[in-house]
């Protein structure tokens, strides 16, 4: 088993059960560890200390988003990746230009 504890950067935004202990056992499936729920909305960063100093693992950073709405989380997901897709288009038009020249000056 893996033992370790959670802090959190927002402790009014987060509730952190077992006071941040979390055991992760040997043999489950660890892939998706619910380790807190929300109290208001706002992102948290989370510390993580392991309690057995004898395994050496690297912890990656956490982060937790908490919204109000599922709908008001998908859309910011959607705007974002349309943004990125809308952004990436934006060269096309230039590089299209540069083939029709066969000259990038």
Same mark, same amino acid.
């Given at each position: +088993?893996?033992?370790? !504890? %959670?802090?959190? #950067?927002?402790? +009014?935004?987060? !509730?952190?059960?077992?006071?941040?202990?979390?055991?992760?056992?040997?043999?489950?499936? $660890?892939?998706?560890?619910?380790?807190?729920?929300? !109290?208001?909305?706002?992102?948290?960063?989370?510390? $993580? @200390?392991?309690? /057995?100093? +004898?395994?050496?693992?690297?912890?990656? +950073?956490? @982060?937790?988003?908490?919204?109000? #709405?599922?709908? %008001?989380? /998908?859309?910011?997901?959607?705007?974002?990746?349309?943004?990125?897709?809308?952004?990436?288009?934006?060269?096309?038009?230039?590089?299209? /230009? !540069?083939?029709?020249?066969?000259?990038?000056?």
């Amino acid at each position: +088993d893996i033992i370790f !504890n %959670v802090t959190s #950067s927002q402790p +009014d935004i987060i !509730n952190l059960p077992g006071g941040g202990e979390v055991v992760l056992k040997a043999g489950e499936n $660890t892939t998706n560890v619910s380790i807190a729920t929300g !109290n208001n909305v706002g992102t948290v960063y989370f510390m $993580t @200390h392991l309690i /057995k100093p +004898d395994i050496s693992l690297p912890i990656p +950073d956490l @982060h937790m988003a908490v919204v109000r #709405s599922r709908t %008001v989380e /998908k859309a910011i997901v959607f705007l974002g990746w349309g943004y990125f897709v809308v952004w990436s288009f934006a060269f096309y038009p230039q590089m299209l /230009k !540069n083939c029709h020249r066969k000259s990038v000056v």
